[in-house]
């Protein structure tokens, strides 16, 4: 991931700018984020993100689910597992757990936060969008709008159907995706900055062509002085209607979907949307 002295350029700015190796050095900064989304990131996402996720009331509402479909417990998959939040909490209820990730950063927190715990689970790094365990599973999650990380409608595709062939014939796939309501209207174009003792992060958002570019820089108490690092992560805005197009055409069923983890109807302004699916 970026230590950089680099300043912190907005997109405007590196728009408008003409001197001579500024965007070559913002091109190439930018470049490097993109492959390492979630690299130090991954040292400190627990500690922002615990305050906004209610992992428990997410765990026993997917697990309320799993009752009233008669899931058996034997085999759990987590997709896009980041720190392991929910492999952990899910991870109590099963025989067998897995659990993938993209970065290897995040996979080191979660395996640690998991041996802690006494559980034992199996982590891959892998590609959700590709990935191949040679295994079914009676019940699959991708949590935390990581479906929404996907850009490309043929990774989409390959997203779902790489779930499909993992899924147990009588299994069920339970994901979310934040809404396009909360990516155009309330994250798009917007910029947002959090403070306090150890940390403290600059957010910008620019939205184009339903995707979201989110530009962060953190600084990051050590001892006397402050660590920066900059991080950039990408969402794709998708409609309803193409979410269960797609999943449809991958030959899925879809059960029910909510807004968030809640028994409450999906509407125009739902901000996070779960959708609960199986094999037809």
């Given at each position: 991931?970026?230590?950089?002295?680099?300043?912190?350029?907005?997109?405007?700015?590196?728009?408008?700018?003409?001197?001579?190796?500024?965007?070559?050095?913002?091109?190439?900064?930018i470049t490097?984020?993109?492959?390492n989304?979630?690299?130090?990131f991954?040292?400190?996402?627990?500690?922002?993100?615990?305050?906004?996720?209610?992992?428990?009331?997410?765990?026993?509402?997917?697990?309320?689910i799993?009752?009233?479909?008669?899931i058996?417990?034997?085999?759990?998959?987590?997709?896009?597992?980041?720190?392991?939040?929910?492999?952990e909490?899910?991870?109590?209820?099963?025989?067998?757990?897995w659990?993938?990730?993209?970065?290897?950063?995040?996979?080191s927190?979660?395996?640690?936060k998991l041996?802690?715990?006494?559980?034992?689970?199996?982590?891959?790094?892998?590609d959700?969008?590709?990935?191949?365990?040679?295994?079914?599973?009676?019940l699959?999650?991708?949590?935390?709008?990581?479906?929404?990380?996907?850009?490309?409608?043929?990774?989409?595709?390959?997203y779902?159907?790489?779930?499909?062939?993992?899924?147990?014939?009588?299994?069920?796939?339970?994901?979310?995706?934040?809404?396009?309501?909360?990516?155009?209207?309330?994250?798009?174009?917007n910029?947002?900055?959090?403070?306090?003792?150890d940390i403290?992060y600059?957010w910008?958002?620019?939205?184009?062509?339903?995707?979201l570019?989110m530009?962060?820089?953190?600084?990051?108490?050590?001892?006397?002085?402050?660590?920066?690092?900059?991080?950039n992560?990408?969402?794709?805005?998708?409609?309803?209607?193409?979410?269960?197009?797609?999943?449809?055409?991958?030959?899925?069923?879809?059960?029910?979907?909510?807004?968030?983890?809640?028994?409450?109807?999906?509407?125009?302004?739902?901000?996070r949307i779960?959708?609960?699916?199986?094999k037809?």
């Amino acid at each position: 991931m970026i230590n950089t002295i680099l300043p912190f350029l907005t997109l405007n700015t590196y728009k408008n700018t003409c001197k001579k190796g500024v965007k070559d050095r913002y091109e190439n900064f930018i470049t490097e984020t993109k492959m390492n989304c979630y690299g130090k990131f991954a040292h400190i996402y627990d500690n922002l993100i615990n305050s906004d996720i209610d992992y428990s009331t997410w765990a026993k509402k997917i697990m309320n689910i799993c009752e009233k479909l008669n899931i058996d417990r034997e085999n759990y998959l987590d997709l896009a597992c980041g720190t392991g939040n929910m492999t952990e909490k899910l991870a109590l209820y099963f025989k067998n757990t897995w659990a993938i990730d993209l970065s290897s950063e995040m996979l080191s927190e979660a395996d640690i936060k998991l041996r802690n715990s006494g559980l034992k689970v199996n982590f891959i790094c892998q590609d959700i969008t590709n990935f191949e365990l040679n295994r079914k599973f009676n019940l699959i999650t991708c949590c935390l709008d990581s479906t929404n990380y996907i850009l490309k409608e043929s990774d989409l595709q390959s997203y779902f159907k790489s779930v499909f062939n993992h899924l147990e014939n009588n299994g069920v796939f339970l994901f979310d995706i934040n809404s396009y309501y909360k990516i155009t209207n309330i994250l798009g174009n917007n910029t947002y900055t959090y403070d306090d003792e150890d940390i403290t992060y600059m957010w910008e958002n620019y939205l184009e062509d339903d995707i979201l570019d989110m530009y962060l820089t953190f600084f990051i108490r050590h001892e006397d002085f402050y660590k920066r690092f900059d991080e950039n992560h990408r969402e794709r805005a998708y409609t309803c209607e193409y979410i269960e197009s797609t999943l449809k055409n991958c030959g899925f069923k879809i059960i029910n979907k909510l807004d968030n983890y809640s028994d409450k109807t999906v509407t125009d302004v739902s901000e996070r949307i779960s959708y609960i699916v199986t094999k037809l």
